[in-house]
């Protein structure tokens, strides 16, 4: 099994630097998948109040042979409750019966709702009251993350950006590391749809690895933290196998070079797109 190493967050928290994504697994059989997601070895499960799963993320860990220390649990707070999120908070653990979670982020900003403020502020008091160990955003450009931390003088220890070869988040992850905040990587291979551009398929074959594993290496290497999801157990186990080799700085920038203005898989730019 894959022995992920960690790194440590602004914080303090420390994290594995791979984790599982968890959407849209439900049910019966989203359970079995992340109950065997993390007996391959994956200690960092992503899941958040929209993707309605909560309760089966517990349930898996429950399932696994695993202690509940063992695992970095970690939720997001929704647009519609910006101006509740530490009721938000209380409510994932009751639906997950859990003391505490490891780590909640803001799920979008939804700028034009006004909330984000407020909803970091929630954040902030769930931290102190004991709820998280870590707090967060995702989907914060560099103008949301400068107004919540003058607004609070507290720093989000991450931020869950889309990010793949064909979005690269070079400016992002930049703002990211200028302010202390890790970058954690969703749709970190594109759903799919990067793995036959030409330097992904070179990079893997000169490194005999296959194209997603040369993209979430390309992320290791960059210093973001992939949460790849699959619901199979191989494909689970291969995304995990990214630690024995790594690219020259000559393939990472060719692979970076792929980037595209237009690059996002849905278009999901922050400043409009709003999910509540
Ligand atoms: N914060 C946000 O706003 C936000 C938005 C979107 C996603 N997320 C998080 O990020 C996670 C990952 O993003 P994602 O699921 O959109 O995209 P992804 O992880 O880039 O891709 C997942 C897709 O790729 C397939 N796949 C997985 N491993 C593969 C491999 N080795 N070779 C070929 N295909 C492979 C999966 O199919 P199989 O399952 O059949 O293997 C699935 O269809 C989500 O699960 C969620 O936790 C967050």
């Known amino acids: ?83 509740s999120a530490k009721h938000s908070i209380e409510t994932s653990l009751h639906v997950m019966d859990l003391e505490y979670l490891d780590s909640v982020l803001i799920h979008w900003p939804n700028p034009s709702q006004g909330g984000y403020v407020r909803a970091w502020e929630g954040l902030v008091e769930a931290k102190e009251a004991g709820l998280v160990r870590s707090i967060g955003v995702s989907n914060f450009t560099p103008e949301f993350l400068d107004e919540i931390i003058a607004a609070t003088g507290v720093t989000p220890a991450s931020n869950q950006i889309e990010m793949h070869p064909a979005f690269p988040q070079v400016e992002q992850r930049a703002a990211d590391a200028e302010r202390g905040i890790a970058t954690q990587a969703w749709s970190p291979i594109g759903r799919g749809e990067v793995l036959d551009a030409a330097p992904v398929v070179a990079a893997a074959e000169a490194h005999g690895v ?43 920038d060719a692979i970076t070079a792929l980037g595209r203005p237009d690059g996002r898989l849905f278009g999901a730019d922050p400043v409009s797109h709003e999910e509540m």
């Open 1 to 83: 099994m894959t022995e992920l190493p960690t790194r440590t967050l602004g914080d303090g928290v420390s994290v594995p630097v791979l984790g599982f994504g968890t959407y849209p697994l439900r049910g019966d059989d989203g359970v079995r998948a992340m109950v065997s997601a993390l007996e391959v070895g994956y200690r960092l499960i992503d899941t958040a109040v929209n993707y309605r799963n909560e309760r089966e993320v517990a349930e898996a860990v429950r399932a696994s042979s695993l202690d509940r220390g063992d695992v970095f649990i970690q939720t997001k707070v929704p647009g519609r409750d910006h101006r």
């Open 210 to 252: 296959t194209p997603a594993q040369a993209v979430l290496r390309w992320h290791l290497h960059l210093g973001s933290l992939p949460l790849p999801k699959s619901g199979d157990p191989e494909r689970q186990r291969h995304n995990l196998e990214v630690l024995g080799f790594d690219l020259s700085e000559a393939e990472v």
